[in-house]
């Protein structure tokens, strides 16, 4: 069965105890290994490991010892309850394996758990799990944590009776950082008011936020894209702290408008065009990446990317003086503006 963005934190937090297994999917191994790490925990308790009923198979050895799931599944530990075989960073050239083993599975024996990365809907292993009676299937996405995932982690950390002006703060940050440097950050915040009987106020949330917030560039690419030229300024500048650089920009920039050409003048219409992207694009970016090229159309698109190309040259030419970090910017303002015409 596949679950949708919106159910999957859900599900997350408190899996189904009697199923047969759980494929956890995408581009950020930093998200699905927290996801992952939440599901495992509220399947075996957080004795699991430790009483062996969680085993733990690499992708590599299951290729070198294909009958080694079936047998963690089937085991029988010493301590009872509930056990876990997790499968890390496994692909389609396993599919046939993990069926096997969810074939052979029975109330009982060890949850199957597996982690994957980027698969299309044609996924061999993404269709097992999907198909599957008694299994689940969960794209996880670099998107902003939405409020369920926020309150989920306040919850986690144990910070409660949150005012609303810095509750509003620690919604800003998560949608501007990774959701494990926001669960660090919250793990801070309790140790920094164990002994402190004020209520938790914005500025504490930004003595103990990150120094430099990771805006990533395709924050500022997203924003140009969009015609959110006001908020292109402060994204720079919180790129230029972290060292990013001018031609990286520039670069990113012109990958991500070539990807909205190729949507908005695909012959079958931007869905087809999306779909024939590569690398491929799924779930919410991709329909964001839909929504961008239809607003701004091919024309427009093409324009936009000369006027990319341009800052290129100018980048590296020679005799060129001007600040670099300045013109990227400029080039970003003006998309912007170009796209919301």
């Known amino acids: 069965m596949k679950l949708s963005p919106r159910d999957a934190p859900r599900y997350f937090a408190r899996p189904d105890p009697n199923a047969a297994g759980l494929l956890i999917h995408g581009t950020d191994t930093m998200r699905i290994a927290l996801r992952r790490q939440e599901v495992i925990a509220a399947l075996v308790g957080p004795q699991g490991e430790t009483e062996m009923r969680l085993t733990r198979i690499a992708a590599g050895d299951l290729r070198r010892d294909p009958a080694r799931l079936l047998d963690a599944v089937k085991a029988q530990g010493f301590f009872p309850g509930p056990r876990v075989a997790f499968v890390e960073e496994a692909g389609d050239g396993l599919a046939d394996t993990i069926?096997?083993?969810?074939?052979?599975?029975?109330?009982?024996?060890?949850q199957i758990v597996v982690t994957?990365?980027?698969?299309?809907?044609?996924?061999?292993?993404?269709?097992l799990f999907e198909g599957h009676g008694s299994?689940?299937?969960?794209?996880?996405?670099?998107?902003?944590?939405?409020r369920a995932e926020i309150e989920a982690e306040l919850a986690r950390a144990g910070l409660s009776d949150i005012p609303r002006d810095a509750g509003e703060a620690l919604a800003a940050l998560a949608?501007?950082?990774?959701?494990?440097?926001?669960?660090?950050?919250l793990e801070k915040l309790v140790l920094y008011k164990m002994s402190d009987d004020t209520p938790l106020g914005p500025a504490d949330v930004a003595a103990l936020a990150p120094a430099s917030t990771e805006a990533d560039m395709d924050d500022a690419v997203h924003a140009a894209a969009e015609g959110r030229d006001g908020e292109i300024g402060p994204i720079m500048q919180r790129l230029a702290a972290q060292g990013a650089t001018p031609i990286g920009l520039v670069i990113a920039a012109a990958r991500h408008f070539r990807a909205l050409y190729a949507i908005a003048s695909a012959p079958g219409g931007p869905s087809e065009g999306a779909a024939r992207l590569r690398p491929p694009v799924f779930g919410p970016r991709r329909d964001r990446m839909v929504r961008q090229a239809q607003r701004w159309g091919a024309p427009?698109?093409?324009?936009?990317?000369?006027?990319?190309?341009?800052?290129?040259?100018?980048?590296?030419s020679a005799g060129q003086t001007a600040p670099a970090m300045a013109l990227v910017e400029r080039l970003l303002i003006r998309l912007a503006r170009l796209g919301a015409r």
């Open 99 to 110: 069926a096997t083993a969810l074939g052979e599975w029975r109330p009982g024996d060890a």
């Open 300 to 316: 427009r698109l093409d324009e936009g990317l000369g006027m990319i190309v341009d800052t290129d040259l100018a980048l590296r």
């Open 135 to 146: 299994a689940y299937a969960a794209g996880v996405y670099d998107e902003p944590m939405g």
């Open 116 to 127: 994957a990365g980027s698969l299309n809907a044609r996924s061999k292993l993404r269709k």
């Open 175 to 185: 949608r501007q950082i990774e959701p494990g440097d926001f669960r660090q950050t």
